[in-house]
């Protein structure tokens, strides 16, 4: 691995918006106060699967309200008006 485990979970912690981190914290019986930094360092040694479930769950929430405002095949059936993609 070219990267520390401790470098993974900081990296995709750092993706994280604050408000969301203090959700994955508050989740977890830890802490919410504080910035970033603060929150990072008190989640940096969750398991990663923690931290990987948590953003497939707000990713999954940010696809459902994309597909709230059009459906797939909506989108599909636009696209294939589209002539020239520049």
Same mark, same amino acid.
């Given at each position: 691995m @070219?990267? *520390? !485990? =401790?470098? @993974?979970? &900081?990296l995709k912690?750092? *993706?994280? !918006? @604050? #408000? #969301?981190l203090k959700e994955l914290a508050g989740s977890l019986g830890l802490s919410t106060k504080g910035?970033? *930094?603060d929150l990072i360092k008190r989640l940096i040694d969750v398991p990663q699967?923690? $931290?990987d479930e948590f953003i497939k769950r707000k990713?999954? !929430?940010?696809?459902? =309200?994309?597909? #709230? +405002? $059009? *459906?797939d095949d909506d +989108? =599909?059936?636009e696209l294939l008006k589209? !002539? &020239?993609f520049r």
């Amino acid at each position: 691995m @070219l990267v *520390s !485990k =401790k470098e @993974l979970a &900081n990296l995709k912690l750092r *993706s994280i !918006k @604050l #408000d #969301d981190l203090k959700e994955l914290a508050g989740s977890l019986g830890l802490s919410t106060k504080g910035i970033v *930094s603060d929150l990072i360092k008190r989640l940096i040694d969750v398991p990663q699967n923690e $931290i990987d479930e948590f953003i497939k769950r707000k990713y999954r !929430k940010l696809v459902e =309200k994309r597909q #709230d +405002l $059009i *459906s797939d095949d909506d +989108l =599909k059936r636009e696209l294939l008006k589209v !002539k &020239n993609f520049r």
